[in-house]
């Protein structure tokens, strides 16, 4: 998956190497590096491994549809300054995005108030502001 992903532009390009035989060697050390990493959760947090990466799992999909609708916010408010209007109507719009977002960050709240939950997060932060600057560096590297 992050061979193909790489190949088409959407992961980096350290990712498409292959070996003499077709392997995508640095795409499995990836991934057999993230695969230890989680037995090794396991193996030292044995009780706590599942529900830790449940958590990191919601936290990461909560962000997810967070991006959606401020992509959606951003989208149609670039279509009305070209003055062009959408062939699809969304329901309620933007109110709908904003009730959405609302929604999405009470549920962020109630994880930083649940024990095992709490770290992913408070962690979601952290990795925001390293998508950016990881986005902005190689942004920057492109141009």
């Known amino acids: 998956m992050l061979f193909g992903l790489s190949v088409q532009g959407n992961a980096p390009k350290f990712l498409t190497r292959v ?44 962000l997810n549809w967070i991006m959606i609708c401020l992509a959606h916010l951003r989208f149609r408010a670039a279509m009305r300054r070209q003055g ?38 408070i962690l979601l932060p952290v990795w925001i502001v390293f998508l950016f600057v990881a986005f902005k560096t190689l942004r920057r590297k492109v141009n």
């Open 19 to 62: 070996s003499r035989r077709g392997v995508p060697i640095n795409s499995l050390m990836l991934s057999g590096a993230i695969t230890s990493l989680v037995v090794l959760i396991n193996y030292l947090l044995p009780q706590k491994a599942f529900g830790l990466l449940m958590a990191l799992v919601v936290a990461t999909l909560l």
């Open 84 to 121: 062009r209007e959408t062939q699809f109507k969304a329901l309620l719009y933007p109110f709908g995005n904003y009730l959405c977002i609302a929604f999405l960050g009470m549920i962020l709240l109630l994880m930083c108030t649940m024990d095992d939950m709490r770290l992913s997060a």
